[in-house]
């Protein structure tokens, strides 16, 4: 590969890290991928860690977090999974994607030990596992200050739990991955809460009574402090403003007010009060000696924050949104928020999902919100037929508010034309959703740009 430009070699980089086993399973070891590390120097030790686990909200928390770190003049690594677009968008700095030439120096960087821990082990490395031991390798190499990192798939077996975070964050919790992580939010719960380690500042988001109480039996058990969201910490007030939301936090060590927000939705308002409260703990040094983050840096940061694909106005005339909600959890949050701060006369759904998903509650959630829906095949190997996906949404729906469109630059059209049969381009729209692959790809149709 010496020979290869750029470009060509970073084709062949991610073809190698794809061709081994797909980030949507759990092997319950984290023996490979510490064996990794180990050869690599252990740089998952050397870095001041903020780890963020959860069903919904994790990737937006992320990046919440990392922005107002910034903000407060740190250098910053962010580990976030899966990618809209590229690979090397889940390893970033200060907020950007890693570079193209570092991301494969950092590859030949590991490279030779691959193959050797392989040997080592009965399943070779998964491709979580590389681009985890790719994201602490470049994070000690820079360095930085801090990395925000995003776990992959529930908590405890996860590549990123080899690391102790000195802030846990834990998100919203619901059904999701039970193949994986129980079939129900009681057991899903118990996987997630393994990030919560000793010692550490646990800083929890309102959860249903029996999902907190794992959480706190956790972190009673190793001894964590604990930060709950309407306890500790909180939303006070929301209100919506041109181009978001203004708000108004409850944080650990006072109330910051006049707070923009540039997303959309409750949701996106509560896992604000979520990132700000982790940043309060870890530049307080887990206690609250530091005092009250400054306001006018706090509201620079939020007022900067981005979160490609969740609740995204990506056009207009007609408005066509963009929302990665992939189950009936996130798809129920998702149409409140278009319920209450978008005022559509009239919505067109375009969806395609997973196999492995809840389809059936994803689209129970859509159907009060969606006027009409246009299912069509995501390009994953794990992707629904779209014949049985169909048969699902005419159950849901009916077959008069149904299309079949098989390629998603068509079913964009089709919606498009559905949306603006009402005549009232001001009040109609498009939403793309039920899945991540689709929501990256009608982004990049759309002309998104860097994420």
Same mark, same amino acid.
């Given at each position: 590969?010496?020979?290869?430009?750029?470009?060509?070699?970073?084709?062949?980089?991610?073809?190698?890290?794809?061709?081994?086993?797909?980030?949507?399973?759990?092997?319950?070891?984290?023996?490979?991928?510490?064996?990794?590390?180990?050869?690599?120097?252990?740089?998952?030790?050397?870095?001041?860690?903020?780890?963020?686990?959860?069903?919904?909200?994790?990737?937006?928390?992320?990046?919440?977090?990392?922005?107002?770190?910034?903000?407060?003049?740190?250098?910053?690594?962010?580990?976030?999974?899966?990618?809209?677009?590229?690979?090397? %968008?889940?390893?970033?700095?200060?907020?950007?994607?890693?570079? !193209?030439?570092?991301?494969?120096?950092?590859?030949? %960087?590991?490279?030779?030990?691959?193959?050797?821990?392989?040997?080592?082990?009965?399943?070779?490395?998964?491709?979580?596992?590389?681009?985890?031991?790719?994201?602490?390798?470049?994070?000690?190499?820079?360095?930085?200050?801090?990395?925000?990192?995003?776990?992959?798939?529930?908590?405890?077996?996860?590549?990123?739990?080899?690391?102790?975070?000195?802030?846990?964050?834990?998100?919203?919790?619901?059904?999701?991955?039970?193949?994986?992580?129980?079939?129900?939010?009681? !057991?899903?719960?118990?996987?997630?809460?393994?990030?919560?380690?000793p010692g550490s500042y646990g800083v929890l988001a309102q959860q249903p009574v029996e999902v907190a109480e794992v959480l706190l039996r956790r972190s009673v058990?190793?001894?964590?402090?604990?930060?709950? !969201?309407?306890?500790?910490?909180?939303?006070?007030?929301?209100?919506?403003?041109?181009?978001?939301?203004?708000?108004?936090?409850?944080?650990?060590?006072?109330?910051?007010?006049?707070?923009?927000?540039?997303?959309?939705?409750?949701?996106?308002?509560?896992?604000?009060?979520?990132?700000?409260?982790?940043? !309060?703990?870890?530049?307080?040094?887990?206690? #609250?000696?530091?005092?009250?983050?400054?306001?006018?840096?706090?509201?620079?940061?939020?007022?900067?924050?981005?979160?490609?694909?969740?609740?995204?106005?990506?056009?207009?005339?007609?408005?066509?949104?963009?929302?990665?909600?992939?189950?009936?959890?996130?798809?129920?949050?998702?149409?409140?928020?278009?319920?209450?701060?978008?005022?559509?006369?009239?919505?067109?759904?375009?969806?395609?999902?997973?196999?492995?998903?809840?389809?059936?509650?994803?689209?129970?959630?859509? %159907?009060?919100?969606?006027?009409?829906?246009?299912?069509?095949?995501?390009?994953?190997?794990?992707?629904?037929?779209?014949?049985?996906?169909?048969?699902?949404a005419v159950d849901v729906f009916g077959a008069d508010r149904v299309e079949v469109v098989p390629r998603l630059p068509d079913a964009l059209d089709s919606a498009?034309?559905?949306? #603006?049969?009402?005549?009232?381009?001001?009040?109609?729209?498009?939403?793309?959703?039920?899945?991540?692959?689709?929501?990256? %790809?009608?982004?990049?149709?759309?002309?998104?740009?860097?994420?």
């Amino acid at each position: 590969m010496a020979d290869l430009t750029v470009s060509e070699r970073l084709v062949e980089v991610e073809r190698a890290i794809l061709s081994r086993t797909p980030e949507h399973t759990i092997d319950p070891t984290l023996d490979r991928v510490r064996d990794l590390l180990d050869l690599l120097g252990s740089p998952h030790r050397s870095t001041p860690l903020i780890h963020v686990a959860g069903t919904n909200g994790k990737t937006s928390t992320t990046r919440m977090i990392e922005t107002l770190l910034r903000a407060f003049g740190l250098r910053t690594g962010r580990f976030t999974s899966p990618h809209l677009h590229s690979m090397r %968008e889940r390893i970033s700095f200060d907020g950007s994607p890693i570079e !193209e030439e570092r991301f494969l120096a950092t590859y030949d %960087e590991i490279a030779p030990f691959l193959e050797l821990v392989d040997a080592r082990h009965e399943v070779p490395l998964s491709f979580f596992e590389v681009l985890t031991a790719m994201a602490f390798a470049a994070y000690v190499d820079a360095p930085v200050d801090v990395a925000v990192v995003e776990v992959g798939l529930g908590g405890t077996w996860d590549a990123t739990n080899v690391a102790d975070g000195l802030v846990s964050v834990v998100t919203p919790i619901a059904v999701d991955h039970t193949r994986f992580l129980g079939s129900t939010v009681r !057991e899903i719960a118990g996987e997630k809460a393994g990030i919560i380690k000793p010692g550490s500042y646990g800083v929890l988001a309102q959860q249903p009574v029996e999902v907190a109480e794992v959480l706190l039996r956790r972190s009673v058990d190793v001894d964590a402090i604990v930060a709950r !969201e309407g306890l500790e910490f909180g939303v006070v007030s929301r209100s919506l403003a041109v181009g978001g939301q203004l708000l108004t936090l409850r944080g650990l060590t006072g109330e910051y007010d006049e707070v923009f927000l540039p997303l959309l939705g409750a949701h996106q308002a509560h896992n604000a009060a979520l990132a700000l409260a982790a940043v !309060e703990a870890f530049l307080g040094g887990g206690h #609250e000696a530091r005092g009250q983050l400054d306001i006018d840096v706090v509201r620079s940061a939020f007022a900067a924050v981005t979160s490609p694909g969740r609740l995204e106005v990506i056009r207009r005339s007609p408005t066509i949104v963009l929302d990665a909600a992939h189950n009936p959890a996130g798809a129920a949050v998702t149409a409140q928020a278009l319920q209450e701060d978008f005022g559509f006369n009239r919505l067109v759904g375009v969806f395609a999902a997973m196999a492995d998903k809840d389809v059936r509650g994803m689209l129970e959630a859509w %159907e009060p919100v969606f006027a009409e829906i246009v299912v069509t095949q995501a390009t994953s190997p794990r992707a629904m037929d779209l014949d049985e996906l169909a048969a699902v949404a005419v159950d849901v729906f009916g077959a008069d508010r149904v299309e079949v469109v098989p390629r998603l630059p068509d079913a964009l059209d089709s919606a498009v034309a559905l949306a #603006e049969d009402e005549g009232d381009l001001g009040g109609s729209g498009v939403l793309v959703t039920g899945s991540i692959v689709t929501v990256g %790809e009608a982004r990049a149709l759309l002309g998104g740009g860097p994420t």
